[in-house]
């Protein structure tokens, strides 16, 4: 997703910074009923496993009333009566179907809990008919939905649901660890409008009562949040990159400086399939889509509200001067295809898998446009937005989104663990072979540690926890002992098993050091102001005793 909520903490945090307070991080809220219904993955959602969607849903713009339903075919893991779905309490629950068969349904908060007459058998597939209706609030970050219209009075109407949830709109599972295999989006919209959703464009149909409908697939597992409406007076442009569809969806009236900033989509997607591989989503193509919001990463459906200008809304984002050459947004939520859609967390705890990866990707992106020193650059650039407050890992099951620091010290670990590895050529290996072994698949941090540690034949375990489950960055101490020309080393840090090769001494000519967290001694001529560290190859803090 966009940083742009996260630009708002960073605003209050330096308003009370401001206020002659050191900043003290904030108090864990209690999770409440509601927050474990939304993010614990419990015995109803654990006794099944999503295999598809069909959303069928009208969107009436003048009344911002959706009704229709969705089709949900799961696979029961274990013999059971009840399972547990979701929909937000502002939507009505018209009825749910097994057949012709109506379940009863219990609702909690968000949670809709359906009963069957009969146990449902471990290993057989069922598929139920959920219909809702209702005015769906608008809500959180970029109002999850929103019916908005355009500068010329068209309705212009849009989801960005990450965190609130796809319930917000839609019945749905509504949680990380589950996704349907494929699925199909129908939307039924006023004849004048465009819908843009996620998948292949299959068809429209026109129903005769001044609606038509507009037919996506899905190929692929997707993300609930991702499963996106964006109807609108668009226009359409089209082009590819080898075998990959592109198309772009702008308004009227920006469709020149559109066709311009999006020619950037190219050089985007070239750079990541350097990295990692093919597009993740080859068969449903690449879709590039105006939205009144900054962007995210809806899957095959990315949204785009940077103004059509270079940078993050028009600023230098990272301020060193790089950020100017191409669009955040562009490059930003692309990035997400890879790491986000296709290489999911499995809980919003983990969330550094999405944010930290796309924010290195960027810092990739750079390197592949403008080389290795300009990467390097970009990347360092983000230390002054971390905070280092609470750990990048939020407690699991609750539906907690991790601080800020996922994004921007996420991207700096990445970089760190570069250095670790300390052969280019196998760090690009490592990451490719990472986004392959698990791509469509949602997975936790301790897949990326095993994983990471397997291939490496390292143990990155205690490098990995001190970064993503603790505050504090590895302290490099170092203590002089001038008159012998000897210096004194250790790590100052969380984990007690913590060793992390460091390059130190004199810049262009570095020593790789072996620190742990006990002291040991290095013959140096280097004066204490003399002596380097390496800190843009390792985010680490330095401490001269
Ligand atoms: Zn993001």
Same mark, same amino acid.
């Given at each position: 997703?966009?940083?742009?909520?996260?630009?708002?903490?960073?605003?209050?945090?330096?308003?009370?910074?401001?206020?002659?307070?050191?900043?003290?991080?904030?108090?864990?809220?209690?999770?409440?009923?509601?927050?474990?219904?939304?993010?614990?993955?419990?015995?109803?959602?654990?006794?099944?496993?999503?295999?598809?969607?069909?959303?069928?849903?009208?969107?009436?713009?003048?009344?911002?009333?959706?009704? @229709?339903?969705?089709?949900?075919?799961?696979?029961?893991?274990?013999?059971?009566?009840?399972?547990?779905?979701?929909?937000?309490?502002?939507?009505?629950?018209?009825?749910? &179907?097994?057949?012709?068969?109506?379940?009863?349904?219990?609702?909690?908060?968000?949670?809709?809990?359906?009963?069957?007459?009969?146990?449902?058998?471990?290993?057989?597939?069922?598929?139920?008919?959920?219909?809702?209706?209702?005015?769906?609030?608008?809500?959180?970050?970029?109002?999850?939905?929103?019916?908005?219209?355009?500068?010329? @009075?068209?309705? /212009?109407?849009?989801?960005?649901?990450?965190?609130?949830?796809?319930?917000?709109?839609?019945?749905?599972?509504?949680?990380?660890?589950?996704?349907?295999?494929?699925?199909?989006?129908?939307?039924?919209?006023?004849?004048?409008?465009?819908?843009?959703?996620?998948?292949?464009?299959?068809?429209?149909?026109? &129903?005769?009562? @001044?609606?038509?409908?507009?037919?996506?697939?899905?190929?692929?597992?997707?993300?609930?949040?991702?499963?996106?409406?964006?109807?609108?007076?668009?226009?359409?442009?089209?082009?590819?990159? @080898?075998?990959?569809?592109?198309?772009?969806?702008?308004?009227?009236?920006?469709?020149?400086?559109?066709?311009?900033?999006?020619?950037?989509?190219?050089?985007?997607?070239?750079?990541?399939?350097?990295?990692?591989?093919?597009?993740?989503?080859?068969?449903?193509?690449?879709?590039?889509?105006?939205?009144?919001?900054?962007?995210?990463?809806?899957?095959?459906?990315?949204?785009?509200?940077?103004?059509?200008?270079?940078?993050?809304?028009?600023?230098?984002?990272?301020?060193?001067?790089?950020?100017?050459?191409?669009?955040?947004?562009?490059?930003?939520?692309?990035?997400?295809?890879?790491?986000?859609?296709?290489?999911?967390?499995?809980?919003?705890?983990?969330? /550094?898998?999405?944010?930290?990866?796309?924010?290195?990707?960027?810092?990739?992106?750079?390197?592949?446009?403008?080389?290795?020193?300009?990467?390097?650059?970009?990347?360092?650039?983000?230390?002054?937005?971390?905070?280092?407050?609470?750990?990048?890992?939020?407690?699991?099951?609750?539906?907690?989104?991790?601080?800020?620091?996922?994004?921007?010290?996420?991207?700096?670990?990445?970089?760190?663990?570069?250095?670790?590895?300390?052969?280019?050529?196998?760090?690009?290996?490592?990451?490719?072979?990472?986004?392959?072994?698990?791509?469509?698949?949602?997975?936790?941090?301790?897949?990326?540690?095993?994983?990471?540690?397997?291939?490496?034949?390292?143990?990155?375990?205690?490098?990995?926890?001190?970064?993503?489950?603790?505050?504090?960055?590895?302290?490099?101490?170092?203590?002089?002992?001038?008159?012998?020309?000897?210096?004194?080393?250790?790590?100052?840090?969380?984990?007690?098993?913590?060793?992390?090769?460091?390059?130190?001494?004199?810049?262009?000519?570095?020593?790789?050091?072996?620190?742990?967290?006990?002291?040991?001694? &290095?013959?140096?001529?280097?004066?204490?102001?003399?002596?380097?560290?390496?800190?843009?190859?390792?985010?680490?803090?330095?401490?001269?005793?």
């Amino acid at each position: 997703m966009s940083i742009w909520l996260f630009l708002l903490a960073v605003r209050v945090v330096a308003l009370l910074a401001q206020s002659a307070q050191p900043s003290q991080p904030p108090t864990p809220r209690v999770p409440t009923r509601a927050d474990i219904l939304r993010g614990e993955y419990g015995p109803y959602r654990a006794n099944n496993d999503l295999l598809f969607y069909h959303l069928d849903v009208r969107v009436d713009p003048e009344q911002k009333y959706l009704s @229709g339903k969705n089709t949900i075919r799961f696979k029961m893991l274990q013999d059971a009566t009840r399972i547990q779905l979701d929909l937000h309490a502002a939507l009505n629950v018209d009825r749910i &179907l097994l057949g012709d068969i109506p379940l009863k349904y219990e609702r909690d908060s968000g949670a809709v809990f359906v009963d069957f007459p009969e146990a449902l058998r471990a290993g057989r597939t069922y598929s139920i008919d959920f219909h809702y209706s209702g005015n769906p609030v608008e809500t959180g970050r970029f109002g999850a939905i929103t019916f908005k219209k355009d500068s010329s @009075g068209h309705p /212009w109407i849009n989801t960005a649901c990450e965190g609130i949830g796809a319930s917000v709109w839609w019945p749905n599972k509504d949680q990380w660890r589950d996704e349907v295999d494929s699925m199909e989006l129908s939307v039924s919209i006023p004849n004048d409008l465009v819908d843009v959703s996620n998948g292949k464009f299959i068809g429209k149909t026109d &129903l005769g009562d @001044g609606y038509t409908r507009w037919d996506w697939l899905v190929q692929y597992p997707i993300n609930n949040y991702d499963v996106s409406l964006n109807i609108g007076n668009y226009q359409h442009w089209a082009d590819h990159l @080898g075998d990959l569809p592109l198309d772009f969806y702008a308004l009227p009236e920006n469709l020149d400086k559109a066709k311009k900033q999006f020619a950037q989509a190219k050089g985007m997607l070239e750079a990541y399939q350097h990295y990692f591989g093919e597009y993740p989503f080859q068969k449903d193509g690449y879709k590039l889509i105006e939205a009144p919001y900054s962007g995210m990463e809806h899957q095959t459906a990315v949204t785009y509200g940077n103004h059509f200008t270079n940078g993050y809304l028009g600023r230098d984002w990272t301020g060193v001067g790089i950020s100017p050459r191409f669009d955040f947004i562009i490059i930003h939520e692309s990035g997400h295809e890879w790491f986000g859609n296709s290489v999911s967390a499995a809980d919003v705890s983990d969330m /550094w898998i999405h944010e930290g990866w796309t924010t290195y990707l960027e810092c990739l992106y750079v390197e592949y446009m403008y080389g290795h020193d300009d990467g390097l650059k970009y990347t360092n650039a983000y230390k002054s937005k971390v905070r280092n407050q609470q750990p990048i890992i939020s407690p699991r099951g609750i539906n907690r989104e991790p601080p800020q620091d996922q994004y921007f010290k996420g991207a700096l670990f990445l970089n760190t663990l570069r250095s670790i590895v300390n052969d280019d050529a196998r760090w690009w290996t490592l990451i490719h072979d990472f986004y392959q072994h698990f791509k469509y698949r949602n997975i936790m941090t301790e897949d990326v540690v095993a994983f990471f540690n397997q291939q490496t034949g390292m143990n990155l375990t205690p490098v990995f926890d001190q970064y993503l489950r603790h505050t504090a960055l590895p302290e490099l101490e170092l203590k002089w002992n001038e008159a012998e020309g000897a210096v004194s080393y250790r790590w100052k840090v969380d984990e007690p098993a913590f060793r992390m090769p460091v390059r130190a001494g004199m810049r262009n000519h570095w020593q790789t050091l072996q620190p742990t967290v006990e002291w040991q001694t &290095l013959k140096t001529p280097l004066k204490k102001g003399e002596f380097e560290v390496a800190t843009d190859l390792y985010y680490v803090t330095v401490n001269k005793l």
